[in-house]
């Protein structure tokens, strides 16, 4: 992730918050695997927006109970692609980060951050409902 942080120069960064599900080992790995990349952020001096998953579902679908195929649908038809992203991990980053954009001016970062020109070309392809 440092790599990757300094490749791309991100100003800030977004992360869902952990799900507790009925699957303990999974929820570990994500903790380690969220813990990690909360790590890298800080130690780029990034700020750092937490987001939980009702209100990502919600942000990007307009009903925070969505399932995970409404999420994958709404954010290839957000950002005009003809079909959804695959793996289905990438919809989800691209989920957390269509969230964080609509919602940068509302929500309280660890740290500061200003939008680059990458944010605001990608709210610009937001096809508006």
């Known amino acids: 992730m440092t790599r990757l942080i300094g490749e791309y120069a991100p100003d800030e960064g977004a992360i869902e918050t952990t799900f ?14 969220r813990g990690c990349l909360i ?12 987001y ?11 009903n925070g109970q969505a399932t995970k195929q409404q ?3 709404m954010v290839a038809r957000s950002l005009g692609l003809k079909e959804v992203p695959k793996p ?3 919809s989800d980053a691209l989920a957390i980060a269509l969230c ?30």
């Open 100 to 129: 964080h954009t609509q919602r940068a001016g509302r929500v309280v970062c660890e740290g500061r951050g200003q939008r680059k020109p990458e944010i605001e070309a990608l709210l610009s392809r937001v096809v508006r409902r």
């Open 52 to 62: 939980a998953p009702t209100v990502v579902k919600k942000s990007v679908t307009g």
């Open 71 to 73: 999420v994958h649908f």
């Open 20 to 33: 507790f599900g009925k699957d303990a080992t999974a929820a570990a790995k994500l903790g380690q695997a």
């Open 39 to 50: 790590v890298a952020l800080r130690k780029a001096g990034l700020p750092i927006a937490h």
């Open 88 to 90: 289905l991990d990438v």
